[in-house]
């Protein structure tokens, strides 16, 4: 991962390269340095020019990341990157298109472009970071907080049941569908990496602590002392194993997933994962519940779905080229003209 | 035998249920029309619903149009010809005809299920009501199912060719070549030849019925108007708009991109675009009117030509994003095709009510260019005109459309390709100096254009205020100030490169000065020369430029005693005219979906002369 690909014209680059002149302006201890580190070390291993990269960010803490690359970028309006992003790719398809969003910017008020863009699938890189919060307004519940969270807006406790990102993502079609977190920087970089290797909308969900407004609302999956409790990290074709000391394992009964000691069950009869299998995609996706409940389903991180589908901008541009064989280059006297004229002497 | 009398100007209006075909019909004489030479103008009138309540009042659907053998700037006023599918039909349209005129009635749409839906309780075709009309009753219904009696398709299928037969026997009446519109059907109607066939024998068997019916002794002719030589077409409002900003994308350089969310009457547009996809463009519904505003955005950040298109609820929409294109200072296009509002508004029925929004409605201080289109064919000219201003002045522009212009048609003297300007595009490749400033600007205060891909000019814009020059982030007064100045500077520099405000019609100096924008053009073109011809000092100036106004608009008007206003509204651009040259403007206001007519403007002009 250490490695540093040479890069099409700037020879090699290095993470410092990637760093803009601008003071970063998060929160001391926010999760969202991290997820900026591992962003500055994984892009000069992409092969991709810097003047080929465009970030592009709606609003919220989150949505000031493109001011810290020095790469192309626009911090736009609240909901809307998706969008930009779509005219963006649909033009200029050659460009490396990354989104920054958090869980109010693109499950609040911009659902309706996340679901579309990856109905679509354009060929970008959605990054939400999700720390069940709203901070830069600070401190409202968002549509990823639990129910009963007490929060400014909600003193005596949140009623909105909350969404299932992975869960909806899937259900609209997302063709690259993965869970990182901030506080395991190898493991964030891989998955940035991948996303950037998926041509199609990859969504990459990444838990956030926002240590100011929501602190620890992830440290049942970050933190050391309990982390391998409650997480299980997916690698393609290895079985569901997890526990600290990775001594429970899960396996299929039909649909139903079930937990395993595997003190009394072999690892062959485990579930194991394939990314490609949209239906075991689901179900992992449901493992979703309270870390805290007694008998819950670890927390997948890692991909959970991938799947080849043609991508919006070359189908876009597939038109236009079938247009251009079957009509011509289109001469703008004949299309002035019309098909009926007369002529005044 | 048949006497041919000769006419220098006539007014028909077909008028049916939705599903008649009155559109097609009317849409096709239009062609023929044109074709023939008269100069002409028209105004599609329909019902929101595709199809409304059969037989019903807010179901009926027309087709006007005005053509005559000189200078034509209106549908008319009133009509000489009604042609009515039904009693419905008959009803809503029998106030705007004049005494004396014509009613063509289809004697089967006045049963007694039709009569009573119109709410008539005996057939006005029996009572003597229409005495002071010369009627012709027509079994239409009765006499297309026996010209096709031979024809293998179903009744329902052959009754929708009715509208056919209403057609050809309108163009006997009018000593018309029905020949366009066989060539017409032929293409349309290839893959289906039962319905070709229905088709063209209900449109020969109405001309025959004409001719051989002793019934129909006097035909109609309006001869070829004097219009000044060159090559015509007919050109409607959208098709016009679609084709100005396909021209000016060849004419850039630059790759289209057109994101737009379906919405009447703006939808046209993008129907036109999206079958011209071999001029580098590309068209794009949009999942809202938000995605597609912004859409448009990232592809001109990305170094094309944006253009969103779009009503005033859209307009609405698509507010917060205009202000972020303010801010990025790109160039982007927004049509707005206005319709009556508010909110959904009266869909199909045009008014001039976004004008505030365009000019106000955005948070914060957010100036945009606005110009408007006044006839169909100009909506080429003002597409064409807010792309160039686009390009070359870097910000997002407005312009102004309607439905009346969007759906009206009239003969257009086009352009050859060759004749239309080059647009400047002035992308910058490489950093002047070490470092890229994306905010620096020309004496103009055009900011620098830097598109992915060109190495050495990255950099980050935004939403948030940006620091002169160097477009970083900044929070300080008095940069706010500065920038919020040079925003709005930058916009009123536009006046330097457009041209001064010419007179349309009547002297430099006078009584009144009739001043107008967007599709009130014809109605006071007319209005003012049927003035001039009568002897009174009014003129017209009708306004393309609307932000930033022409330089000289202030001493233009400054020649006039009085200065009149009239608008589809409640009054909007008198305000701005009242607020920036301090006129005591007097308005004139219509707010009922329709176009002003011209005796409106004339009684209003003589009113204001009386004072």
Known sequence: MAEVIENKQNGVLTAKEFVSGQEVRWCPGCGDYSILKQMQSVLPQLGVSKEDIVFISGIGCSSRFPYYLDTFGMHSIHGRAPAIASGLKSTR??????????????????????????????????????????????????????????????????????????????????????????????????MILRAHQHKGTSFLEVYQNCNIFNDGAFFSFTEKDVKKKHTLFLEEGQPLVFGENEEKGVKLDGFTPVIVDLDSTSKNELWIHDEKDYIKSTILSRFFEDPSVEGNFPRPFGVFYVKERNTYEDEICNQVEQMLTVKGKGDLDKLIAGNETWVIE | MKVTEEKDNVVIKFAGDSGDGMQLVGSQFTNNTALFGNDLGTFPDFPAEIRAPQGTLPGVSGFQIHFGNAEIYTPGDTYDVLVAMNSAALKANLDNLRKGGIIIANTSGFDSKNLRLAGYEESPLEDGQLQDYELYRIDVTKITREALKENGLGMRDKDRSKNMFVLGFIYWLFDRDPQNTLNFLERKFSKLPDVLDANVKALKAGYNFGNITEAFSVKYRVKPAKMPAGTYRSINGNPAMAMGIISAGVKSGLQVFYGTYPITPASDILHELARHKNYNIKTYQAEDEIAAVCAAIGASYGGNIGVTGTSGPGLALKSEAMGLAVMLELPLVVLDIQRAGPSTGLPTK??????????????????????????????????????????????????????????????WKFPKAD?????????????????????????????????????????????LEKEDVTGNVSYDPENHEKMVKIREQKVENIANYIPDQEIEIGPEKGDVLVLGWGSTFGGIKSAVKELNDAGYKVSHAHLRYIKPFPKNLGELMGNFKKVLVPEINNGQLIRIIRDKYLVPAVAFNKIKGVPITKKEITDEVKKLIEE
Not at chain 1, 139 to 163: A, E, I, M, N, R
Not at chain 2, 355 to 384: D, H, K, W
Not at chain 2, 446 to 454: D, L
């Open chain 2, 350 to 411: 045009t008014e001039q009510a976004d004008l505030l929004q365009a000019f106000y409605g955005r948070n914060g201080e957010c100036p945009m260019p606005i110009i408007a289109a006044s006839t169909p064919s100009s909506c080429f000219e003002v597409a064409f005109e807010a792309v160039r201003i686009a390009l070359e002045h870097m910000t997002p522009v407005l312009v102004l459309s309607d439905g009346y212009i969007a759906n009206g048609a009239e003969p």
């Open chain 1, 93 to 190: 398809p050659e460009l490396s298109v990354w989104v920054i969003t958090g869980d109010g910017d693109a499950l609040s008020i911009g659902g309706n472009h996340i679901i579309h863009s990856l109905r679509r699938n354009f060929d970008i890189n959605v990054l939400m970071f999700n720390n069940e919060i709203y901070g830069l307004t600070k401190g409202q519940y968002s549509p990823t907080s639990p129910v009963k969270k007490v929060t400014k807006s909600t003193p005596f406790g949140s009623l909105d049941h909350p969404f299932n990102p992975l869960a909806l993502v899937l259900g609209a079609d997302g063709t690259f569908v993965a869970r990182a977190m901030d506080r395991d920087p190898k493991h964030l970089q891989q």
């Open chain 2, 419 to 463: 004749e239309l300007a080059e647009i400047k595009v002035n992308i910058q490749t490489k950093p002047n100096d070490d470092k890229f400033m994306p905010y620096q600007r020309d004496e103009r205060l055009v900011r620098n254009w830097a598109v992915p891909g060109h190495s050495g000019l990255e950099h980050r814009i935004g939403g």
